[in-house]
């Protein structure tokens, strides 16, 4: 199966491709790789002796998808590499780092990003996320939305909830900017457990979760997202490091306890909480229109992931963060109802890519 076919092979990848709704380009192994020698995925074999054995792969042979492009293109995925370029290097492969400096990584093992440029060609500035992760926010969603407590599980919930925030608003006190940054690194852990012990559970029953491990991790990433923006903007001083640091190893541990116990109370809780993270972007947003907080510029790292206008503000980045927490409310108190009916998340579809 591997002498013939190469063509074929090729033209079976791009149709399961279309098929499975992916639209980023191709990207082209090394071309010192011999004809003639494809396998069932249109991969080469090389010839022995070849310098590709050496030289390894000029990046990933996949497609990369645009799972959230669909915004009329504002991001290139990738640059296609040209028949005419000639072969990489094999001992590097030039990266943008966070700082935007071009650095040299070894390539030994051939785990190369393709180069991902923005629409204007310039290079995807961001190692962090890629531009099929940025979205634009849902700015629609009922923001006013409750969750009333009815049982003794909710009523606990909810009284846990507005009981934590009482040394939140004693410490913080009008400094949204060092609150939201605070409630970010608790806000960020709840997805990351729950996504953990629901893929474990999964692997121990031999069980799909219902896409809920997903749904719970993109939960977790958006939030560190909201974190890597507020400090940003907000630019924490060591001692607010450090108690981020405290909060955030009793708060893990507590809530992994928690889960284990009674994931419907660990869900519940986490609705309450981002009800309160509406609650306060929105004295967030306040503030800056009263004036009590200068409305800057937005940092490139908010433009990029929410793809918001060049002159987009503070108060532009706080609204669509205030839509994601809404968002997540909806989650988390939908996976709590889903427990009360005595059911597992696996057998509700999972919200995938609700933002």
């Known amino acids: 199966m591997w002498e013939k076919g190469g063509s074929l092979s090729r033209a079976f990848l791009r149709l399961r491709h279309h098929r499975h709704g992916y639209s980023g380009g191709f990207y082209r192994h090394d071309q010192r790789f011999a004809g003639g020698l494809a396998g069932p995925l249109g991969l080469r074999r090389p010839l022995e002796g070849s310098p590709a054995l050496a030289g390894g792969l000029r990046g990933p042979i996949f497609p ?37 400096k071009e650095e040299r990584v070894s390539s030994y093992w051939g785990v190369m990003r393709p180069r991902v440029t923005k629409e204007d060609g310039t290079a995807w500035p961001w190692n962090c996320f890629m531009p099929w992760d940025t979205y634009s926010a849902d700015l629609s969603i009922d923001l006013s939305k409750h969750h009333v407590p009815k049982t003794f599980t909710d009523k606990f919930a909810f009284r846990t909830v507005k009981i934590l925030r009482i040394p939140t608003d004693i410490f913080f006190q009008r400094r949204y900017g060092c609150r939201a940054m605070m409630l970010e690194t608790v806000a960020a852990v709840p997805g990351m457990v729950g996504g953990m012990l629901l893929h474990l ?55 992994f306890l928690l889960y284990l116990l009674s994931p419907k109370l660990a869900h519940r809780i986490v609705g309450y909480l981002e009800e309160e993270a509406i609650h306060s972007y929105t004295e ?54 889903v427990h009360f009916q005595g059911k597992e998340l696996r057998d509700a579809p999972a919200p995938l890519g609700y933002h």
Request: no cysteine.
């Open 64 to 100: 990369l998808g645009s799972r959230s492009l669909s915004s009329g293109g504002k991001y290139a995925t990738a640059r296609k590499e040209s028949d005419e370029e000639g072969p990489p290097a094999s001992s590097g492969s030039d990266m943008v780092s966070e700082s935007g």
């Open 201 to 255: 559970k999964s692997l121990r029953r031999f069980q799909h979760s219902g896409g809920w491990i997903k749904a719970l991790l993109e939960e977790a990433e958006n939030e560190r997202m909201h974190l890597m923006t507020m400090v940003e903007i907000v630019q924490p001083k060591w001692y607010e490091r450090a108690l981020v640091l405290t909060v955030q190893g009793v708060f893990f541990n507590l809530y």
């Open 284 to 337: 967030f947003l306040k503030e800056i229109d009263r004036g009590t907080i200068k409305n800057i510029p937005a940092p490139a790292i908010a433009r990029d992931y929410w793809r918001l206008p060049e002159n987009a503000t503070l108060r532009d980045v706080v609204v669509v963060v205030r839509a994601d927490e809404a968002h997540h409310r909806d989650v988390n108190h939908f996976a709590a109802d």
